[in-house]
């Protein structure tokens, strides 16, 4: 053992250590800044940003420590710095579109149009956000479906997110006869809204007349929820407005066409056949 210790070019073997002792230094104050960071930003970030930084001092900490480390072992800054820009504009030329996608994302944690946690429509899907990253949003549908979403689509698209305030407005259109009293119809839909438990005060229901159609007269009623109380105000509200008309002898009329045979002052003739009786189609048979 002593003349393998007595072997050793200790003077070629410091860098070496200094180098590793560097390494792991870096390692554990790098975890111990992260962890003080996130500690100190939780009250004033969100939980995905949150994250973020961690991640960020953790890895800048660590590379200027690597990078002191690669200095004891005799590396050029400059030169591994020129490489590095080399390599960067190579890799850049090469995959623009992941480029493309990395910086759309910045885009999107820096402007905070959604959170994890929110529910968002892009298209037609519609889904939880689970994750914000680098390269893409990953999204649970309401069917259970895992869906992962490029950034740059994101940027590019219209975003909708659907439980960013306490409360929505459910739109629900639908027309009455032409014979109806729309007096009567306002009554009875607010009649419903007063009864519904799902249905807000304030703002109060809403009912516009929104013009004379083909077969009815449209009205569009609109009604106020709390957004965890939206589907059930949905799915209720328009079974009881069925239910409130049915009573009141509202009619909701199916679409009428009127036939004309050329000639509109002359009416157009209609003759009535009888079916045959059962006796006289055995006979026939």
């Not at 180098?19 to 230094?25: G, M, N, P, Q, S």
């Not at 305030?165 to 306002?186: C, Q, S």
């Not at 249905?199 to 449209?218: K, N, Q, R, V």
Request: some cysteine.
């Amino acid at each position: 053992m002593s003349e393998w210790l007595s072997g050793i070019n200790w003077s070629a073997a410091l860098p070496l250590v200094r180098a590793a002792i560097l390494v792991l230094a870096g390692l554990m104050l790098a975890s111990l800044a992260s962890r003080l960071a996130a500690r100190a930003l939780r009250p004033r970030l969100s939980t995905h940003v949150l994250q973020l930084m961690r991640r960020l001092v953790f890895y800048v900490i660590l590379a200027l420590f690597l990078a002191s480390a690669l200095r004891e072992l005799g590396f050029s800054l400059a030169v591994l710095m020129g490489a590095a820009g080399v390599l960067t504009v190579a890799i850049g030329f090469a995959s623009q579109t992941t480029a493309s996608n990395l910086i759309s994302g910045l885009f999107l944690i820096g402007e905070r149009s959604f959170e994890v946690g929110e529910i968002i429509k892009i298209g037609s899907t519609t889904g939880e956000v689970l994750s914000i990253d680098a390269l893409s949003v990953k999204l649970r549908t309401m069917d259970n479906l895992y869906v992962r979403i490029p950034n740059e689509t994101l940027i590019k698209s219209e975003v909708t997110t659907l439980n960013r305030f306490p409360i929505r407005r459910f739109d629900l259109m639908l027309g009455v006869a032409y014979k109806e009293d729309l007096n009567r119809v306002r009554e009875a839909l607010m009649a419903v809204a007063e009864a519904n438990i799902h249905c807000l005060d304030e703002p109060a229901p809403l009912f516009i007349f929104t013009g004379f159609g083909d077969s009815s007269l449209d009205i569009q009623f609109s009604v106020w929820a709390r957004r965890e109380n939206f589907l059930t105000l949905r799915n209720t509200i328009a079974t009881e407005i069925k239910q409130a008309f049915d009573a009141a002898g509202i009619e909701i009329p199916f679409p009428h066409r009127t036939i004309y045979t050329g000639e509109v002052t002359k009416p157009m003739p209609v003759q009535l056949v009888s079916a045959p009786d059962a006796a006289s189609s055995d006979r026939g048979n």
